[in-house]
């Protein structure tokens, strides 16, 4: 058989120097600042410190991150941009929520691109969220810059102008709501857990019982909506 060159997979950009150096600093400063608000709190740790654990100069920290907030939570624009980047790879007949909610799917799966909760501390990081304003502030922000995106990537695939057809954001909105609703319940449930061991917020369990959740918060809003849907259309042929 003859193979032609349009047959081929087409290889990823090789990441120059540049911004391989880029990325690794990047990665550095926000393992540090997860490290440290982890140990200390949030309320102890400094920029300077995060930039002195790094080992790299204070003002280079200001060119990575806003906030101290910002760079302990850099999982989530990366987690973000990972379902983003597979919700632009889904079948364009997908309706927008199945199409959200198979992606977040891959994303949690994936062991090739992990997603966050593999590693160690996500989760003890998430369950601070609640009782730490500014940290909940750059957590809210991050996730609205990703929603956003997700809003472009939907009516993109509706061909719609999402300034003027609100079905873009409604389907993002919600899938998007009920993801972070299971990571708040799967956070909030770390105490109960205990924090050793296969069962422990961090290990393999952790990340099973985190799957199922999503998986089983996402089955609710579909019979919801379409609850909802069924007693719409019988209250409309009583009329």
């Avoid at 089983?216 to 719409?232: I, K």
Wanted: hydrophobic residues 45%; glycine residues 6%; proline residues 7%.
């Amino acid at each position: 058989m003859t193979v032609t060159t349009s047959s081929l997979p087409i290889p990823a950009p090789r990441e120059d120097g540049r911004r391989r150096k880029a990325r690794r600093t990047r990665e550095a400063l926000a393992a540090a600042a997860l490290e440290l608000v982890l140990r200390d709190g949030p309320d102890e740790v400094t920029v300077a410190a995060i930039a002195d654990r790094a080992d790299v100069a204070r003002r280079t920290f200001s060119r990575y991150f806003g906030s101290k907030e910002e760079a302990a939570l850099d999982f989530v624009r990366e987690d973000g941009s990972r379902i983003n980047a597979l919700l632009r790879e889904r079948p364009a007949a997908e309706p927008p929520l199945v199409a959200y909610r198979r992606a977040v799917a891959c994303w949690l799966t994936d062991r090739d691109t992990p997603a966050s909760h593999h590693r160690p501390g996500i989760r003890a990081l998430l369950a601070l969220l609640d009782g730490d304003p500014a940290l909940f502030g750059a957590y809210q922000r991050i996730r609205v810059d990703a929603q956003a995106e997700s809003v472009a990537i939907v009516a993109a695939r509706l061909g719609v102008d999402a300034t003027r057809d609100p079905r873009p954001a409604v389907a993002v909105d919600s899938a998007a709501a009920v993801l972070t609703a299971a990571l708040r319940m799967w956070a909030g449930s770390a105490a109960v857990a205990g924090p050793e061991g296969p069962d422990g917020p961090d290990g393999p369990e952790g990340l099973d019982d985190l799957t199922a959740l999503v998986e089983r918060s996402y089955d609710a809003l579909m019979a919801e909506a379409a609850h909802a849907a069924g007693h719409e259309a019988e209250s409309a042929r009583r009329k």
